[in-house]
């Protein structure tokens, strides 16, 4: 717990107003609760992960040490250009784990994933789960540097940091993925059928990890005639993830 009181409530009335503001731009209405009867003690995460490929202390120990060879690789033309690697963000101990495509220009800058525009609004969507993005979920991308102006991935940049985002998910080891946008699903499920035909169906990571695949964050701020109704797709995809998850599900209003 807090030794501030005032510093939890704060964060608490953060929580609840990004909740609400996803709820408005999404359509939905009601408060998520995990549906135990008894609350997880405060000391540990309120959704627990599989087990993890190592234990605890060794886990992250080398969850470190990749985050440092991933700093330093060269093995493509992107090195070149970024101001540096980013990683991760979020509990490396968390159930659930959201995967982009790549950093862009915010990400590049402060060496975080989804800092920009798009994360704001996936802290969002996160909250309107009943989750904190900083205690509940684990978030990468595909790639570790940011391609000039933002292009999409080349496959030789992609093979080239697949072999890090393998070990790192093996290491982190969630409960499920949520792949956001075209680029991650084909990525994590070598596939080239695209995100409106894959989103909102159950696959499998590996053959083995829950995986699903919805929109990326970026395409809902795009405005299109598209968009609303991409936000409301994208809620039931996260609807379907709370369940598998043991969240309770919020009830529309009638």
């Known amino acids: 717990m807090s030794e501030d009181p005032r510093a939890e409530l704060a964060g608490l009335a ?3 107003r990004a909740y609400l503001e996803w709820q408005k731009e999404a359509g939905t209405w009601g408060f998520p609760r995990q549906t135990a009867a008894a609350p997880a003690p405060t000391a540990a995460p309120p959704l627990a992960p599989s087990a993890p490929a190592s234990s605890g202390p060794d886990r992250r120990l080398r969850l470190a040490q990749l985050a440092a060879e991933v700093s330093t690789c060269t093995k493509c033309v992107l090195s070149a250009t970024r101001t540096q690697t980013v990683f991760s963000r979020g509990n490396p101990d968390a159930a659930l784990c959201f995967i982009g495509e790549a950093p862009g220009a915010d990400e590049d800058a402060q060496g975080l994933p989804f800092v920009g525009r798009a994360g704001q609004l996936l802290d969002r969507m996160i909250a309107a789960m009943g989750l904190s993005p900083e205690n509940d979920v684990y978030v990468c991308n595909i790639l570790k540097c940011r391609p000039p102006g933002n292009r999409r991935p080349e496959p030789e ?7 890090y985002l393998h070990e790192q998910l093996a290491l982190v080891s969630p409960r499920v993925l949520v792949a956001l946008g075209n680029t991650a699903v084909a990525a994590l499920l070598e596939t080239k059928v695209g995100i409106t035909k894959l989103r909102g169906q159950w696959k499998l990571y590996r053959g083995k990890t829950l995986l699903m ?5 970026s395409y809902l701020l795009r405005p299109s005639p598209q968009q609303i109704e991409a936000k409301r797709q994208t809620w039931e995809d996260l609807q379907l993830v709370m369940k ?9 209003r009638s």
């Open 14 to 16: 953060a929580s609840l």
């Open 157 to 163: 940049e992609m093979a080239a940091c697949f072999p």
């Open 213 to 217: 695949p919805t929109f990326h964050p």
């Open 244 to 252: 598998e998850l043991g969240l309770e599900v919020p009830k529309k």
